[in-house]
């Protein structure tokens, strides 16, 4: 992983880039072509959503919020926030390698978020921050975060990466949803729902491997795979803000793996109680990633899904955890999707 200068770079209103992405080198041409994108169309995910505002020494401000259907705060982009404020605080040489977060209030989309960092350990090999992000004066998210220097080991090993078609023969949601909306016999109701979906203006973008699993159209096993990158160019190398947008990524679509079994029952209320990552390589979280999701155990109105994100060269990126409130009520008709 190259060292690579992070510029912080303040607009007029007083907001800085999250992490900055650095400026071309010589390398990059081949890698615009790569991506398919220029720098002109920078990801949103670092213009806006994951853009904090300084107020002071380890305090920050988060203006602008993707709201889910849900119409409360997305937790991935506060975990991704948190994470972007405990970066700011430390050395160039030390790359976040995990973060534990605790969600402890439901956030509120109409008013900004405070992030205060607490620089709890500096060490020669581990750094340690503490995040809270505050509403209303109140923490509505706890997150630890732990950042090491490289290190070289001989010990090296890592699972398999599943064998699933790669994303150039998958359509993308928006694809699968227009199919959907061409159907005759669809309800009027189906049809406000996905046109919602399509107005949401995700900024990533999602190909699932198996659609009908994927949107519970028929049961199956609590698994399912899909491949995902930010929308836009972010670029190579500074990987301080490559795990600030997975971080982001990681909480998409990942607790309703739970739901997958039971066909009969729809989600009645559902909410994240902690979320752990662990990075394991480097990565561009603007490229296609895979990322499998599984659930182990459900029970006691919660349940336990893990994630693995994959490169597609097949080494693993990183690792998530989360366990989360599902509360269900049966399902009373047959869907028409």
């Not at 690579?4 to 071309?24: D, F, H, N, Q, R």
């Not at 605790?102 to 750094?127: I, M």
């Not at 490229?287 to 999701?293: A, F, G, Q, R, V």
Request: with cysteine.
């Amino acid at each position: 992983m190259t060292n690579i200068k992070v510029e912080e770079k303040t607009s007029k209103s007083g907001c800085i880039s999250a992490l900055e992405a650095p400026t071309m080198s010589g390398n990059d041409g081949a890698d615009k072509a790569e991506s398919g994108f220029t720098q002109d169309l920078k990801s949103v995910l670092v213009t806006s959503v994951l853009n904090l505002e300084e107020l002071d020494i380890d305090l920050y401000r988060g203006r602008h919020h993707w709201v889910p259907r849900t119409q409360r705060l997305f937790g991935g982009q506060i975990i991704g926030q948190a994470l972007v404020a405990a970066a700011k605080s430390v050395g160039e040489n030390l790359y976040a390698h995990s973060l534990h977060c605790y969600f402890v209030r439901a956030g509120d989309p109409k008013v900004p978020v405070l992030y205060q960092v607490d620089r709890t350990r500096d060490g020669r090999s581990f750094t340690v921050r503490s995040v809270k992000a505050i509403q209303h004066g109140q923490p509505i998210l706890i997150c630890q975060a732990s950042f090491q220097v490289l290190q070289p080991s001989p010990l090296q090993h890592q699972f398999s990466m599943p064998v699933v078609p790669q994303p150039e023969e998958l359509p993308t949601v928006e694809e699968i949803i227009h199919q959907y909306l061409s159907k005759p016999d669809l309800t009027e109701s189906a049809k406000v729902g996905l046109n919602k979906i399509l107005a949401s203006e995700v900024p990533i973008e999602i190909k699932p491997v198996n659609p009908a699993l994927f949107y519970r159209i028929s049961p199956g096993e609590p698994r399912r795979y899909f491949w995902g990158r930010a929308r836009g160019y972010i670029g190579e190398g500074n990987m301080k803000l490559h795990c600030c947008v997975a971080a982001y990524v990681s909480d998409f679509a990942l607790l309703g793996t739970a739901l997958l079994p039971y066909s009969k029952y729809k989600a009645r209320f559902t909410a994240s109680l902690d979320h752990a990552m662990w990075f394991h390589s480097t990565f561009r979280s603007d490229e296609w990633m895979l990322y499998e999701c599984e659930s182990p155990w459900a029970g006691s109105s919660r349940g336990l899904v893990q994630g693995r994100l994959w490169r597609r060269d097949g080494v693993l990126a990183a690792s998530c955890a989360q366990e989360g409130v599902l509360r269900v009520k049966p399902v009373t008709q047959t869907s028409k999707l």
